[in-house]
């Protein structure tokens, strides 16, 4: 909503610099975005007289003016204008002078005769052709009527001198999309007195009665109230009324539409005029749709209605959709003699309902769907035939249709003083309380009950009658204290645990990303998903920006590919990333999914597979997670089969992790060797050793015994691993594999691994004797799976 | 015999001084069994009565001398070759350094995180709530019914008529208070999701952190105090602070927090589009209908809420003009922070 500075002064007076008055203005709750004034950008310009007109010597498509400026002497300007005469009056600017968008003017020749400035066509004065109907576009602006000073700035002359001031309005205050509230509103921030305007029709001739009839057939019209001006005079509107819509940012039409505009701007009314030879038999209907009704509305589109619309007809059919956009036919053309100005109101939630399924969103719907006011469609009306008669537009037919089937009573609260400072924490006396609320027009009473004003729809709980004391009183006065209240606080052990995982990661050299949590189902493709995975079952967006972000991903996979595949193309050359990443598991068709939280990891470049398990393994060990497994998986669709190990945990799988199949890597265009994990982080947490007891120091040495063995290449080294833990029990420290060989001398077929193995007993120093019977007893269980000491 | 003690010492003492590797050697010619001196020592049995003694304190007097320049002698050698040793051993330390692979978190986890130990120092806990929510808790519940005109400000993507992706962390608000009786005090951080186009200031999805104070007696002045010291926390004790009112629909009364422009100090620039202030977070007093909708009786409690864009405050610390960077996740933006 843009505020006509100049306007506001007709309901009170605020003189406050446009600093001041945007601030204090949004310190009590209607916040300026901005504000400009076509006479800041405008300087020594004047209003100018051509004396002589002479042909350029030197040039077929100038002349040479001599313009009287006020000054002692007259100056020479050069032009190329064609509408001049002498006598014209025209604004003139001047040498050093400044015009809208920064134009600087200077003296200067044109083909060598002086000229001393520049006379202005409206559009270099910043207005355009609908502020200046009687004006021509390609000439020089020429100043009629007589009423001009020669030498008079030309900033005062046009009354330019107007500052538009940009309100951004919430939603729950739709009488403030008007000039008349935001004046309530200037009022009382300033603390001055408000005049509103009573407006009347002085003349008006003959009975609405017998050119009009209206019928309201549903609730959804609140209030319906028209008047009929007859004898309609179509022509532009004065200066006065051009130039307060053009500084609101409204374009100047003609008389009855600017009317229309301006009462919509004063009132925040949205009002309509209809041609009354287009209402057949001159009788309204106000009604939902038929089905299979059309209306061809203003901008040209034939909408298809239904019944859950609401339009305004005739007998014939619709001609409006109602409080959205009227019908092309049932406007006024040049040609229209009667009208019929509607002034009603319709329900927010059907005009909302309406505007949305038309796709089609007007001032007059954005309006409507916040709630109006019904109270204000008479004076809206009544101010709109004053005008008509003050323009000399038409003549006002007598009487008012007036259908307004259930007025609604207003909202009664009550003034709680002590509430309302128990719940600011303010000490505001009660007579400030009144007196602020006084000043939005809220009625308060002796007994201390408030009446709310019918434009205050938002005011229905004694808090927001606390709110208006709050703002009027300043926010800025209530005090800052610090609650009594709990103060103690701590992370849950999920929210550490997630915590720890980003340190754990982050010291072994991997980055954080975040992704998008949507996807495009396509992405199970590029991770070959197979057509009947589970992992296909997304929730998905009814409405989503497009196909790429269109299903919540159930697996973080693709995300985390994505983000090589655009770190390659930028040509990183390696990269490390993982990320905490929610998925969505669909539950039931009308329940909320599940969310848990997966880890993923994803690297190329200087890595191979044992280095992403290697950080997967750090992770485990920084976590406490002790007893995971990685099992090799041939058949994970999205991985090498000979590289990837799902990742075991108490009989559960928790993950997966290992190379990517060549041909994912190459949907995502990533050329080297790419690594990837996923892991459910509940089952870590789960798995996790809640509190580490200290195990006492060893007091007797270790025995130490490195044990190269073969075997057939099929053998698993964590099979031998396993083996050797079972069978050296207790006594086992650790069992560390360090090499493996495969080569010239040994068999085809075979490899040589290496393991050391630390025992340790807790009570005594072991013999030479002990340890090699525990090693006999290792290699005699390793026999059965092939596995011998290497020769 | 005076005379040839004198002499070994000072052609011993002369040896000493000059050695390079032979220190062990001048110290068995002269201090070993088979040495000089103790073969000087050997012919006391010559000398007379008078004599004896003093030749034998002269000749001890020798002994200590000579072992004494040795042990100097030896403990100057090692030095030099320490000395020489830690010389060989220089190395150029204007080369870089071998860095272990490096890492980092997301710029966006470190805001949180930092301001997560900001509300956790103030006694706030951490909750949690659904990403796909149930219209109930993103609106109903939060006083914005069907076809409540606010709902239009913040363009939603639906699942089906009843579930949708959350438009702000607001109803982890609700779901705290259905859960959990009063003294509460919480913050909520999360996804939220909005469908907005993607430019350089809008995304989908973008992150909120959801607050919350529930109690009795709670005022509209320890909202203030709060967050003026979560600001304070946050940009610094001299950083400065407006409440100005605004609209929500599940607070009343609602304010936004601006804090003063720090390019400009309030002067107008720029940055602030002259204001002097930029708005940081959105906030309010519970309306008593949601404390009812949660089962909290609002003449016994009330309470305040707030909710801050995290984007908003990574962008500005770090100055980062373009959202999508956040997304894009080029190693070569992560590796700055």
Redesign the interface.
Known sequence: MILSYKWLQDYTEIDAAP?AYAEAM????S?VE?WENLADEIKNVVVGKVLSIEKHPDADKLVVCQVEVGGAEPIQICTGATNLYPGAVVPVALHDSYLPGGVHIKKGKLRGQVSNGMMCSFAELGLTEHDCPDQDADGIMILKDGSYTVGEDIVTALELDDLAVEFEI????PDCLSMIGLARESAATFRKPLRLPDPRVEHESGDIGNYLKVDVETENCLRYAAKVVKNVKIGPSPKWMRDRLRVCGIRPISNIVDITNYVLLEYGSPMHAFDYQQVKNGHIIVRQARPGETLETLDGVVRHLDETMMVIADEQGPSVVAGVMGGEKSGIADDTTTIIFESACFA??SV??TSKKLGLRTESSSRY???LDPETCISALLRACQLVEQLGAGEVVGGVIDCYPAPKAPTVLHLDADYTN?????EIPKEDMVKYLESLEFEVRADDSIVVPSFRADVA????V??EI??LYG??K???????????????RE?KFA?TI?QQ??????????????ISPKYYDNIRLPADSRLRDS???????GED?SV?RTTALPSMLD?LS??YA?R?LS???FELA?V?EKAG??Q??N?PEHLTLGMYGDCDFYTIKGVCQGLLDGLKVPGCRFIPCADHPTFHPGRCAEIELDGKIVGVIGEVYPEVAASYGIKPRTYIAELDIASLLAGAVETVTYKPLPKFPASTRDLALVCDEEVLVGDITESIQHSAGKLLEKVEFFDIYRGKQLPEGKKSVAFKIVLRSENETLTDKHADDIVAKILKNLAPLGVSLRA | MKDKLLQIKEQAIAQIAAARDDLDEIKVRYLGKKGELTAILKQMGGLSAEERPQIGQLANQVRADIAEAIAKKAEQMKAEALKNQLEAERVDVTIPGKLPQQGGLHPMTQVLDDLTEIFLGMGFSVAEGPEVELDYYNFEALNLPPDHPARDTQDTFYITDNILLRTQTSPVQVRTMEKQKPPIKVIAPGRVYRSDAVDATHSPVFHQIEGLVVDKGITMADLKGTLEVFTKKLYGADSVVRFRPHHFPFTEPSAEMDTQCYACHGAGCRLCKGEGWIELLGCGMVHPWVLQNCGIDPEVYSGFAFGIGLERVAMRRYGIGDMRLFYENDQRFLSQF
């Open positions: 600093r949004s310190m009590s709750g916040k901005g919430t939603s729950n205050r927010g939630p909302r309902r769907e916040k709630g128990r719940f600011l924490g303010t709980h004694k808090a927001d606390a709110e709050a703002r926010y800025d209530i005090p800052s204290t610090l609650a009594q209240t709990a103060d103690e606080a701590e992370l849950t929210q915590r980003r990661l982050v010291g072994m050299g991997l980055y954080e990303i975040i992704t998008y949590t949507f929730v998905t967006i009814r409405n989503p920006l972000t919540m983000i655009k770190n930028n990183n990269c490390r990333l929610t969505y068709d009308d909320l999914p969310e």
